[in-house]
């Protein structure tokens, strides 16, 4: 019966879990590779391997911590996606004003 849920079949192989590892897995060694061995600038290296790190958090939060196959699995991911919105405003918030923001020698 379908009711929109996802329902897992036990004693099966975990295929979901072995692609998920096998994804981290390349994911670590590609930011490995742009650490050690590209030609890019250290501000581009930094962005690649946040992206990196930020897509692996997602992954490993799909297939190892089971966000989405519960039958509020679209609330949880809805509230994963806010809060990662809000630590991206704040983060790069916080970095504009120390970089752009009021120097103290102007109001002296």
């Known amino acids: ?4 849920t996802t329902v897992t079949k036990k004693g099966h192989f975990p295929w979901k879990h072995v692609v998920g590892f096998i994804s981290s ?4 060694l590609v930011a ?3 650490a050690f061995y590209s030609a890019f600038s250290v ?5 690649l391997i946040f992206s990196l790190a930020f897509i692996q958090a997602a992954l490993q939060l ?4 089971h ?9 949880q991911v809805g509230h994963i996606l806010f809060s990662a919105f809000v630590a991206i405003v704040v983060a790069v918030g916080s970095y504009w004003v120390m970089e ?3 120097h103290l020698e102007h109001h002296m």
């Open 1 to 4: 019966m379908s009711n929109g």
């Open 25 to 28: 897995i390349v994911l670590t």
């Open 32 to 34: 490995l590779w742009i």
């Open 43 to 47: 501000r581009t290296i930094v962005i």
């Open 62 to 65: 799909l297939m190892f911590m």
């Open 67 to 75: 966000m989405a196959e519960s039958s509020n699995g679209r609330i």
């Open 100 to 102: 752009f923001g009021i």
